[in-house]
C-alpha cells in the first residue's frame, strides 16, 4: 500500500517546471556544443552561450523552487508558531480575523477570560489560595 503524498503547493508546482524546462533546454545546448566541437563547426560558440545561460537559469529555477516551498511552508504554519510542526492550518482551524472575533470584548471593570484578576508584577495567575487570601493559621 502505497502512502499517500500530499499536492504541491501551485507556486511550488510551477517553479519546478520551469526549472525541468530549463533543464532540459541545457541538456540539449550540451548536446549541440559537442557535436559542433566533433564537426568543428562555427556553432560551438553560440551552443556553449547557450549552454551557459542555461545553466545558470536552472541554478536561478532551483532557488526559486526552495524559496517557494519555504513560503508554502510558512503560509502552512499557524501565526506565531516557532516550529514547522507546531499549530498547522488545517480545515478545522480558524482564520486568525474570525478567531480574534469570536473573543467576548473586556469591559472596564470586568476581570477578562480568567476567573481571577492577575496579581503581581509578572501578571501571572495567583496561587491556590486565590486572590488576596491569606494562609489561615492555626488556633490553639
Not at 519546478?16 to 550540451?30: E, I, K, N, Q, S
Not at 568543428?40 to 524559496?67: D, Q, R
Request: one cysteine or more; aromatic letters at 4%.
Amino acid at each position: 500500500m502505497s502512502a499517500k503524498r500530499r499536492r504541491l503547493p501551485d507556486e511550488v508546482r510551477s517553479a519546478a517546471v520551469r526549472a525541468v524546462v530549463c533543464l532540459a533546454c541545457t541538456l540539449v545546448g550540451l548536446i549541440v556544443a559537442v557535436l559542433a566541437s566533433y564537426a568543428h563547426s562555427g556553432a560551438l560558440t553560440p551552443a556553449l552561450m547557450a549552454m551557459g545561460l542555461g545553466v545558470f537559469g536552472t541554478a536561478w529555477c532551483l532557488l526559486e523552487i526552495l524559496i517557494s516551498r519555504q513560503i508554502a511552508a510558512q503560509r502552512a504554519r499557524g501565526p506565531h508558531s516557532a516550529s514547522p510542526m507546531a499549530g498547522g492550518r488545517g480545515p478545522a482551524a480558524l482564520p486568525p480575523a474570525q478567531s480574534q472575533a469570536r473573543t467576548p470584548p473586556v469591559r472596564a471593570g470586568h476581570p477578562g477570560p480568567y476567573p481571577y484578576p492577575q496579581t503581581g508584577a509578572s501578571g501571572g495567575v495567583p496561587g491556590p489560595g486565590g486572590p488576596g487570601r491569606q494562609p489561615r493559621l492555626p488556633t490553639a
